[in-house]
Structures are given as structure tokens and as C-alpha cells.
């Protein structure tokens, strides 16, 4: 069964517009799947009045947050930053991780409302994981059953701090189906698509 799970904790005024900035790591990027990530899927939409910007990269952490800096260099009144990150700073996640996520992710809040306040910015709760198909390389690497624990309380602690920055959050822990991750952690395209419909469904919340 397909689930969709996408959350707005503040429904923005006006439909998504404009110029809308994806910052995230190699799901946003579109590893595994030849950059049909579900920001690819967005911008072949066409969606009428909206530039969708893929800024992902593989391998990003939210312990990565200098590199929003030239991001925002470059799209410094962008209309939208959507945020999806946390999934890579969790390898065999403990709650002290997620706390530096959360602290991480106040950082990158705060450079982009000192850039342009009129930003509109969504966090993304990323999406879980496949234990159970997990490759021998993620394995190796330690995305395992405390990565997904540690997944759960950070869509908590996510939405908790969108709440308080009066922020927009879409969740998509359960937004890809189990069958539709090629090695346990990517998405594949068809889980990918799962990601864009969450995210436009959420955005239009």
C-alpha cells in the first residue's frame, strides 16, 4: 500500500511560487536513479510560475552547513528553501545525534531568515529506511535499525521546531513504500515520485 505522509504545520497564504530551492543530500541530488530525484519530477511538472532548484548532494550531513552559505549567495531572496537533511548524520543514530541535527538545522534557519526574512522555508522529516534490504555497503556504513529509531525522533523534534521557528514541515518518514528503496536507503524512481507527490501535496496544504 501506498502511503503519503505530508504534513503542513503552517499553510502558507499564497500557493507555491516562484523560486523554490531544494537544499538537501543524495535523495534531493538523485543518487541511484540517474537524477530523477522528486525534485527532477517536480520541475517536469511544469508547474505554472515556479522555478524548482535542485541543490542536493550526495553524502550531505546537516554537520554540512557551511555549504549552504554559497546557496544562498547565489538564490539569496529565493521564494522557498525547502530542507531535507538528516538522514546521513544518523549511522547507527543515538539521540545525541538528532540533537545535533536539530541544532544544525537552527543554524541554517537562521542564515537564510538573516538573507531574505520574506523566505518562506519548509523542513522536510526525511524519509526512513529499509532494514530489511539494506545493501552490505550501507550496512557496512551503519544505517541500521538505530537509524530509523533515531529517523522517528527527529520528524518529532523537526515538526516541534517548525512549530516554534513558524515554519512550514512536511513529513515524509512514511511517504516511501518499503519495496521502493534499491539498496535499503535510496529511493528508487518509483519511491522518488512517492517523495514529489508528498512534497506538492504538502507544499499546497
Request: charged residues 20%; glycine residues 6%; contains cysteine.
Amino acid at each position: 500500500m501506498i502511503v503519503f505522509a505530508a504534513l503542513t504545520l503552517m499553510a502558507f497564504r499564497t500557493k507555491p511560487h516562484g523560486q523554490i530551492v531544494c537544499f538537501g543530500d543524495s535523495i534531493t541530488y538523485g543518487a541511484t536513479v540517474n537524477g530523477h530525484s522528486w525534485v527532477w519530477y517536480l520541475q517536469q511538472a511544469n508547474h505554472s510560475g515556479i522555478d524548482f532548484i535542485n541543490a542536493g548532494r550526495s553524502g550531505r550531513r546537516t554537520a554540512d552547513k557551511k555549504e549552504l552559505l554559497p546557496v544562498l549567495e547565489k538564490y539569496p531572496h529565493a521564494d522557498y528553501y525547502l530542507i531535507f537533511l538528516g538522514v546521513n548524520d544518523l549511522k547507527d543514530g543515538t539521540p545525541a545525534m538528532v540533537d545535533s541535527c536539530i541544532a544544525n538545522m537552527q543554524w541554517m534557519i537562521d542564515k537564510i531568515k538573516a538573507s531574505d526574512p520574506h523566505t518562506k522555508i519548509v523542513l522536510l522529516a526525511p524519509t526512513g529506511i529499509n532494514v530489511q534490504t539494506m545493501s552490505e555497503v550501507n550496512v557496512a556504513k551503519k544505517y541500521n535499525a538505530n537509524t530509523q529509531n533515531a529517523l522517528n525522533i527527529l520528524e518529532k523534534k523537526y515538526h516541534a521546531l517548525a512549530k516554534q521557528e513558524h515554519l512550514g514541515f512536511i513529513s515524509l518518514l512514511h511517504a516511501v513504500s518499503a519495496p521502493n528503496y534499491n539498496d535499503g536507503l535510496h529511493p528508487d524512481e518509483a519511491g522518488q515520485q512517492q517523495i514529489e507527490k508528498a512534497v506538492w501535496k504538502g507544499l499546497n496544504h
